[in-house]
């Protein structure tokens, strides 16, 4: 059931958006409801989207790549046109109510000479009021294009004041919610390592959601291993993972050269400076914090660790973040948000609306900081301002500086 929880998410994101879709035209826009073939196609969009999901679901059941892929691009597409309609639609019906007023203004003044009514701006606001849906329409598939772009690598450096003089400028490829399967596959993670390579990480830390489909995760762990990061590849678990089957992840990455890290680290050496590296599990659900799982995850974790290492914390959910602070940790690195696949202005669309689930981006509390992944791939192939991204983390000595997601 796990498996299909994307598809039945998808599904009824689908049908709210499209039912809401069609209110708000009926309410903002009633001289196009009006029009038979308007409301027909209205109607359609979540009909024909909850169809493709279905279609989606049976080619995941008979894993059939050939019918769940155009499926799941197509029920894309009818949630990016439902997307572009709610955006829309109160715009354009604002525009419409401003026609309709001043039409009855020219129809109160038609027999009297002055003041003259400007029929150009009437016209100029129907045009405004057609165009604005496509223009919408034409930005959310815009994003859809953006999610098969190359993963972006940026830079990002975290200054901490008392980082050890020997970690200064240590360099960490942090890699997330890869997502392997229909639009992530191992031919792009291969150019994103063959990319990273020349930076020279001295630290490869996986956060979780690899692989949807299992039979990609043996060559992507590979991978990974064979970049050669001085001090190793580590990897946590996502929900994902418990998706697919952690007993079958958990066996091949028994088998891999990647140790995956559940409730444990490891101790390092950093030109002789110590370094612990944790990993914990995931909470599986969705929802609300999981607090009390990850005071208890994070402190077993903690109990292999001395108090004189460098900690840095894999934690698949940004939600970790408070409790990985109250400890005193002091990096944590995460993903699974994707940044909500929405972005302005360097952070996710929906931070203010979220401002606690750190969706996307470098944040600091006290001497703690947290950098949350948009994520190298994704099983919903739309972004539009947040791209895919495997950031290089950067450790300087410093006055901590927040930085945003770009």
Not at 230 to 238: K, N, Q, R, T
Not at 328 to 345: E, N, S, V
Request: glycine share 10%; with cysteine.
């Amino acid at each position: 059931m796990r498996t299909f929880f994307p598809i039945i998410f998808s599904a009824v994101v689908i049908l709210i958006f499209g039912l809401l879709a069609v209110l708000m035209l009926r309410l903002f826009n009633r001289t196009w409801w009006a029009r038979p073939r308007i409301r027909r196609l209205a109607w359609s969009l979540p009909l024909t989207g909850f169809a493709m999901v279905s279609v989606w679901g049976l080619g995941e059941y008979l894993a059939k790549d050939w019918i769940s892929l155009p499926a799941a691009l197509i029920a894309m597409l009818v949630f990016i046109f439902e997307m572009g309609l709610m955006l829309s639609l109160p715009v354009s019906g604002l525009l419409h109510f401003l026609n309709t007023v001043l039409d009855w203004i020219g129809k109160r003044h038609r027999r009297r000479p002055a003041p003259a009514i400007d029929h150009g701006r009437r016209v100029f606001l129907k045009g405004v009021a057609a165009a604005t849906p496509l223009i919408t329409l034409a930005t959310g598939t815009g994003g859809l294009v953006r999610a098969f772009e190359p993963v972006r690598i940026p830079r990002k450096e975290f200054f901490f004041e008392n980082l050890p003089p020997e970690l200064e400028g240590f360099k960490i490829w942090h890699v997330s919610d890869i997502h392997l399967r229909h639009y992530v596959t191992l031919d792009h993670l291969a150019d994103a390592v063959e990319r990273a390579m020349p930076l020279a990480p001295d630290l490869v830390l996986v956060t979780g959601d690899i692989a949807d489909d299992l039979a990609q995760l043996p060559g992507a762990l590979s991978m990974l291993h064979e970049i050669k990061a001085p001090l190793g590849c580590y990897a946590s678990l996502g929900n994902h993972e418990y998706f697919r089957g952690v007993g079958e992840v958990r066996d091949i990455f028994d088998r891999s050269p990647v140790p995956l890290f559940v409730n444990q680290g490891v101790h390092l050496l950093a030109k002789g400076t110590p370094l612990f590296v944790g990993g914990i599990d995931d909470p599986r659900r969705m929802g609300q914090k999981e607090e009390r799982f990850y005071e208890i995850t994070i402190d077993r974790t903690l109990s292999g660790s001395h108090n004189d290492e460098f900690i840095v914390l894999m934690s698949h959910r940004p939600d970790a973040f408070d409790i990985a602070a109250a400890r005193g940790i002091p990096l944590t690195l995460a993903g699974h948000t994707h940044g909500g696949q929405i972005g302005l202005f360097g952070r996710s669309a929906f931070e203010s609306y979220w401002q606690d689930r750190y969706l996307w981006g470098h944040y600091i509390n006290g001497p703690s900081q947290l950098y949350t992944s948009s994520g190298m791939g994704h099983w919903f192939p739309f972004r539009l301002g947040c791209p895919a991204e495997a950031p290089f983390v950067v450790l300087r000595k410093g006055t901590p500086i927040a930085s945003g997601g770009v």
